[in-house]
């Protein structure tokens, strides 16, 4: 029987994290444009509430549906028992903590980004240098980077739990999942090919140590 790891959507969302060095260097190069008109904090305030609050805000009150990418969401109705079960570990009290300390341990990584931010700002002198900009330009990029890390960190959750934990999970009803869930995108009857998904589980599986 194939494991509840090898489900193909929870490595997509892994591979997310690669998208992290991209985004923030991004967010450096928008930090760096034009000359600070606002006091540090301001700044950062405000590019710390753009890219943190409204995704912890979802992460704590209605964790993003897994099983959704490049706007399409597989309908709930369509979930497996394996899946309706691995969505249930993206929604608890674990999870609520561990995307907190994922939030606070952004924004400190903004503050690095914004204090090496005028060392690179020859390198950004192609941009327009409208300071206002940048900075709306710099919390998009931020909040990008922070759905790429929130996302992740939460299915990452799900690869660690033991295989006699996740046996003793009850699966969440179709009602559950709806009221408890942010689920964005057009929702689909199946997001990816039968044979891609079989092949995956194949190949996960062999990677898996004997029990």
């Not at 710390?48 to 995704?55: F, Q, S």
């Not at 990029?141 to 295989?163: E, G, H, K």
């Not at 057009?186 to 039968?194: A, D, E, F, G």
Request: charged share 15%; with cysteine; aromatic share 12%.
């Amino acid at each position: 029987m194939a494991s509840f790891r090898s489900e193909p959507i929870l490595w997509i969302h892994v591979a997310g994290l690669a998208t992290l060095p991209i985004f923030s260097i991004l967010c450096l190069l928008f930090l760096s444009v034009g000359e600070p008109f606002l006091p540090v904090w301001m700044e950062l305030f405000l590019v710390a509430a753009i890219g943190v609050v409204p995704l912890l805000w979802m992460q704590l009150r209605r964790p993003f549906y897994i099983f959704g990418l490049l706007g399409i969401a597989l309908k709930p109705e369509n979930l497996t028992e394996r899946q309706r079960k691995i969505l249930y570990l993206t929604n608890t009290k674990l999870n609520r903590i561990l995307a907190l300390v994922t939030a606070v341990l952004s924004i400190w990584a903004l503050w690095h980004i914004y204090q090496f931010a005028p060392s690179v700002a020859n390198t950004a002198k192609f941009l327009p240098q409208w300071r206002s900009l940048g900075l709306i330009l710099a919390a998009l990029a931020f909040l990008a980077s922070n759905l790429f890390l929130q996302i992740p960190v939460s299915v990452m959750r799900v690869l660690v739990t033991n295989d006699t934990e996740f046996a003793a999970i009850e699966p969440l009803s179709l009602e559950k999942i709806k009221q408890d869930f942010t689920i964005l995108g057009v929702r689909v009857n199946q997001m990816l090919p039968r044979l891609f998904e079989s092949l995956f589980a194949r190949k996960i599986d062999s990677q898996q140590p004997p029990e």
